[in-house]
């Protein structure tokens, strides 16, 4: 297993900081924000690779940063964590071969993270996009079961699940779809994407209406010949159920937290992992936009701040800690000196679009 270096994406980051702090001053957002935007490499067909293709929080659009989504590239096999808003255009402009494209893992199923599902879908199917023409399977929740108490639905039916989520999306499309396979000679759609919802050990009490993520053993999701992916409940009230990854690959681990709170079950999943990719908000930056207590306590309450991912990093012992799904404005040391705090290695405030090599 190699020391983890950035690859050639990283370093013409550098070359823009200049650049990057004018669009700081237009738009607010860190200069390292601005700089990940900006820079576009290809990723090699050897190894594996973790790239931030989108790292933003949402479903507020907080430019230069794009949704969230993660790619991890392994030998040539591409595997996509969550689907946020960008994420195809970013998977083309970081040159990431779709047409290897192995699994896409689903964290929860908040908008802003399959915000782009259906393009993931549409946009890379087919030899004439140099897309995918084997099967692969949309990994993801099943569905909730019911909403929280006390939440009453304004669309049925309430709590679709992966498998819903997707054949909605054919449907929905079935006329593009059908010309397509007629008109271009494209494969069949639905006989290449294949959905497949998590389930939870039968023994675990866990629910949207008692506990959303009681401690748990990672159970294994998905597997192949190149990686091993395994699953942990993690606690993002008032959703059920989310989840947080562990990628097992030959050359490495890479841990990924969703969208949680500093929770047990991340330490478990990110145990001696070689990268793990943790969520996080700044609340000061809420503060001072004034907004209210309920909204902040909501904020803490189903995000972890960057003293919790120090925390979780340390307790687990990872290698590289990368911040991502960044929710508020800050700078890098802004984000980084409490994480320092509690944790004592190689910390990341990670751009749009960077590259990590293991």
């Not at 823009?16 to 090699?44: R, W, Y």
């Not at 990431?96 to 699994?103: D, F, G, H, K, S």
Request: glycine share 10%.
């Amino acid at each position: 297993m190699s020391e983890l270096r950035p690859d050639r994406r990283t370093v013409l980051a550098g070359s823009m900081a200049a650049a990057g702090t004018l669009l700081t001053a237009a738009t607010g957002t860190s200069a390292s924000a601005a700089e990940g935007a900006a820079t576009s490499a290809g990723v090699p067909d050897t190894g594996t690779h973790v790239v931030t293709l989108g790292t933003a929080a949402g479903p507020a659009v907080r430019s230069p940063r794009q949704g969230i989504a993660t790619a991890v590239v392994v030998d040539g096999n591409l595997y996509v964590v969550d689907t946020g808003l960008g994420v195809v255009r970013q998977i083309a402009e970081a040159e990431l071969p779709t047409n290897r494209l192995r699994a896409i893992l689903l964290t929860h199923l908040h908008s802003d993270h399959i915000a782009e599902l259906p393009a993931m879908l549409l946009y890379n199917w087919g030899p004439q996009v140099d897309g995918f023409t084997e099967p692969f399977e949309v990994v993801g929740p099943a569905g909730a079961g019911a909403l929280p108490k006390g939440y009453r639905p304004a669309v049925s039916p309430p709590t679709p699940g992966t498998r819903e989520v997707v054949n909605n999306i054919l449907d929905s499309y079935a006329y593009d779809v059908n010309i397509r396979i007629s008109d271009e000679g494209r494969p069949p759609l639905d006989d290449l994407v294949r959905p497949r919802e998590i389930q939870l050990p039968g023994g675990l009490s866990a629910g949207p209406r008692s506990r959303l993520a009681p401690e748990m053993e990672p159970i294994e999701v998905y597997s192949d010949d190149r990686v091993r992916v395994l699953a942990a409940l993690v606690n993002h009230p008032p959703v059920f159920p989310s989840y947080g990854y562990r990628i097992e690959t030959p050359d490495g681990v890479i841990a990924l937290s969703g969208d949680t709170t500093e929770h047990p079950n991340v330490v478990t999943l990110a145990r001696d992992a070689d990268v793990l990719v943790h969520e996080s908000v700044y609340l000061d930056y809420y503060r001072k936009l004034g907004k209210s207590a309920d909204f902040i306590d909501h904020l803490s309450g189903s995000h972890t701040d960057p003293a919790g991912t120090g925390r979780v990093a340390a307790k687990a012992g990872v290698g590289h800690l990368v911040l991502s799904h960044l929710a508020g404005v800050a700078t890098d040391e802004q984000w980084t000196a409490p994480v320092r705090k509690k944790y004592g290695g190689r910390v990341t405030v990670a751009n749009d679009g960077q590259v990590f090599s293991l």
